[in-house]
């Protein structure tokens, strides 16, 4: 399969599916082991990502219950069929961000947090251009975070986004998709 240029990179909290797998892993873990919140306050002093890496040690969330983005999925599809390279960059734990992956069989890459680097904002876009190259890349994404990604991408698929971010995406001057 020959890949399409540039790489369509797609963000997951907020914009693959509804949820934020941290918040949903925080609630599980403190359903199933109330015990636990001093746990989370020391994870959570040693920095997001370390707190992501020992919930996805100790909680298992079910890709298949997860609210998904219907219409960005059944894009994501088309573009995986035309041949395009589909990449999962994510701020979530990494073994989190691969079972997504593995459930939906679309992506040819995960890149995510790894419980030292917490891959959001400034750092993913650092990801990104070191993976692709600055403006080689397409990105969906929804949150104020993402504005530092798009910056540096070709172009910007906007999901669910509130009218602010939306402006601030569109203020880039980068062709534009709104979901």
């Known amino acids: 399969m020959t890949s399409l240029s540039p790489a369509l990179c797609i963000d997951l909290d907020g914009t693959l599916i509804k ?3 941290t918040w949903a892993a925080t609630m599980l873990l403190l359903k199933q082991a109330p015990w636990r919140i001093g746990h989370l306050m020391c994870w959570l002093l040693r920095g997001r990502g370390r ?3 020992r919930l996805g040690q100790h909680v298992l969330l079910d890709p298949a219950q997860l609210t ?4 960005l999925i059944a894009f994501i599809r088309e573009e995986r069929q035309r041949g395009r390279y589909i990449v999962l960059a994510t701020a ?5 961000a691969l079972a997504i992956a593995d459930h939906l069989g679309v992506f040819d890459e995960v890149l995510a947090s790894d419980g030292i680097i917490n891959l959001r904002a400034k750092r993913k ?3 990104l251009c070191q993976r692709f190259g600055e403006g080689q890349f397409t990105y969906a994404g929804n949150s104020k975070d993402d504005l530092k990604v798009w910056a540096h991408a070709a172009s910007v698929i906007i999901v669910n986004a509130t009218p602010c971010v939306a402006r601030g995406a569109k203020r880039l001057n980068k062709p534009t998709i709104v979901f």
């Open 19 to 21: 949820e934020d797998v």
């Open 51 to 53: 707190l992501k890496e």
């Open 68 to 71: 998904y983005h219907p219409e």
């Open 92 to 96: 979530a734990d990494q073994r989190v």
């Open 125 to 127: 876009a650092q990801a």
